[in-house]
């Protein structure tokens, strides 16, 4: 058991029998009225966001989710293949379980899949991913002086705004958590 008083982001919960990953959490002390901690949490099985609130000090369980480094095979159909990268065992994916993921994953990838007690949770993507652009209107020569923006296909299928320098080719950096152009790699 943990207490709501130890949240931390990252941290792995049980709640109302689900597992849940907290996101932001906001300790808040009013002028009248008890303490209470405001969390945003992720559930881990269907990937919903809910905001709840806790009493302050109260326990809740930990979940210790288990992480084991895997290579993204191929996709057949809506199932996609992983492999243990020690073991060389193989996990097989539907498509609807890594929904997000999917707009991220290139083949030969290294990501962690998440399991707890057995069950396979999902895929934790790094923080930034490497992709090739496949598609976008190319840049015109003098265009850059008003920093604007324009869609480009990545080979993931992926469609981000891009600086109007980026060309078709160029291998940018990509934030999985919010599907946007960091750089160029």
Do not use: C
Not at 25 to 46: E, I, M, T, W, Y
Not at 85 to 99: D, H, M, R, S, V
Not at 112 to 138: A, D, F, H, R
Request: no cysteine.
């Amino acid at each position: 058991m943990i207490s709501v008083n130890d949240f931390r982001t990252g941290l792995t919960i049980e709640v109302d029998n689900g597992i849940w990953q907290v996101l932001d959490f906001q300790h808040v002390k009013p002028g009248k009225g008890a303490a209470f901690v405001r969390s945003k949490l992720r559930n881990l099985r269907n990937g919903n966001i809910q905001e709840k609130t806790f009493r302050a000090g109260e326990k809740v369980s930990r979940a210790h989710i288990e992480n084991r480094k895997m290579q993204y095979l191929y996709a057949s159909g809506d199932t996609h293949t992983f492999m243990d990268t020690n073991t060389y065992e193989q996990l097989e994916l539907q498509g609807n379980q890594i929904e997000y993921e999917l707009k991220f994953l290139r083949e030969n990838m290294e990501v962690n899949i998440m399991t707890y007690g057995g069950e396979t949770l999902g895929v934790e993507l790094p923080n930034n991913v490497e992709l090739k652009v496949e598609e976008t209107e190319p840049g015109i020569k003098g265009d850059t002086a008003s920093g604007g923006t324009k869609p480009a296909l990545l080979e993931t299928g992926l469609s981000v705004q891009v600086p109007f320098f980026i060309n078709e080719g160029d291998v940018l950096v990509i934030s999985t958590s919010d599907g946007k152009y960091v750089s160029r790699a």
